[in-house]
């Protein structure tokens, strides 16, 4: 537990020196350079309050009662343009201080402009503070407070952050009170006003939000806490609290009958945590499987760019058509495998795209996916009315399983259940084809010459014929950890074996962009061609799957890919 300690403390001191903290720093920083002498303690403090308690806790009764995590930030929103209004206009600043400098009698002693004010700001900001901190933060939002060592971890952690963003704030404030010294007082005052609006501003319109994004698309190394997440000690002490969450991945017995009798009690369902937009729900407001009792509920772990997830989708809208007024509720945990998926518009489109119809929730920072131990794409749970977990599935082809399961839960909460549900457009996947593999270097496999190569580098052309399952870029490419993105006379050839080949593709700034698709040299034949290629091409916009071949049985072809510089490939699945 000590180790554990220390990691959590070192991690919140680097994470306070990482980019992804930038939004709020100006804010904080303009927080503490005004008022009185104690307000920098007051900041530091209201913020590490505030962000320990939500991290431990805030989330889930938020969550409970169906407001979602947007109230926090309008509340920091309207703080901060509140105390940026003050100092720009010093009538509204002698009228909110008033009040508040009754509250300094339970801290240090100031005006009402220091300990008290600073207090309330610094308490907006730690509902926004959303740094890069990676396993540890997961573990103490996972794991259930009542241990009380999820509760020592975060404070440790929150420690660790505030006494760095507290020397970040004295080192501002000295630095402004010199510049107060040579007369310059007034216009501090209203550019530290100014900067305030200009945070709450940011996170009215999700900048802050977007930055944390592109920080960890563009830059993810640049978390200072990278190396001590990776410590054996840390990992070691992580895995011992990540063991004590419940395990619903356990065989069920073959040939379920009708009676509820052959599925096995799982476990407690956990409750959707840590999650963020909701769709197709009235006015957009979280569920609760609290508020599902007496509904069986089936918990489906998807990402809309996973091919296995796709194909599944038949089946889920299939059962929701057909059972939904028999009383099983479907909720899509959205869990995301690319940075892009976080990104609620293009799940929002994707939802839409794909005609689901069932509640899905956005699960960016994997609260949920945790809470049931997860490990896989697709995955389906099954609860029971009384809020069990029944039954669990992984993967794909367990349809008439998954589809019985539900049948005998509805019978056991009293339903009639009918006649079976009939998917539409269903796709088989075919069993010998090549693996999956990634274009980034993270997990990149069968790739020529191994991992491909960080940065920006020109490969050779391939001539030569290569063996099964073999892929290799040509031209010039820039490859990060999770993508590789095309720079000029950008190429992959590839040996395949595969009825229907896709790729996970996007384009920069959204403008459409093209990627020549060929076959043992040739264009793609309008025959052969996959549902996004049209004459031997694909134009790329949107972040997502596109499928760009589909031949009528397996078959093994030279695929050659040619790629417009900006285009930007993160995986290659077959089927």
Known sequence: MLVLLAFALLAGAGTALSPCVLPVLPALLSAGGAGGRRRPIGVVLGLTVTFTVTIVGVAEVVGGVGLGADPLRALAVVVLAGFGLALLLPGVAARLEAPLARLSRFGPRTRGDGFASGLVVGAALGFVYTPCAGPVLA???????????????????????????????????????????????????RALGAIMLVTALAIVTNVDVSFDQLVARKIPEASLTASLERSDAAARRLKTLNDRKPRFAQPVPAGIGPGA????????????????????????RPQSLRALRGRVVLVDFWTYTCINCLRTLPYLEAWDRR??????????V???????????????????????????VQDNEMGTWNAYANMYWPADYLVDATGEVRYADIGEGN?????????????????????RAKPRDVVVPSSQTTPETYLGRRRAQGWLAGQPLPGRRTYPAVEAKLPLNAFAYGGTWRVGPEAATAVSGATIDAEVQAKNVYVVLSSAGGRPRGVQVLLDGRPVGARDAGADVRDGRATIRDQRLYALVSLPRDERH????????GVSGFAFTFG
């Open 323 to 332: 059972y939904r007024d028999a009383g099983l509720t479907i909720v899509g």
């Open 139 to 189: 573990a103490v939002i996972t794991v259930s407070a009542a241990t009380g060592r999820s509760v020592a971890v975060a404070v440790a952690y929150a420690l660790g952050s505030a006494a760095v963003l507290l020397a970040l704030c004295v080192g501002g404030r000295r630095v402004l009170d010199r510049v107060r010294a040579a007369g310059r007082g007034p216009v501090v005052q």
């Open 399 to 419: 349809s008439a399983k998954t589809e019985a399961a539900i049948r005998s839960l509805l019978a056991e909460s009293g339903a009639r259940v009918g006649s």
């Open 558 to 565: 030279r695929l050659t890919l040619r790629l417009a510089p």
């Open 261 to 284: 009798g052959a599925l096995p009690r799982l476990g407690r369902a956990p409750e959707f945590t840590g999650t963020e937009r909701w769709f197709n729900t009235p006015g957009g």
């Open 334 to 360: 959205h869990t995301p495998e690319f940075a892009f998926e976080h990104d609620a518009g293009n799940v929002a489109n994707a939802v839409k795209r794909l005609g689901i119809r069932y509640p899905v």
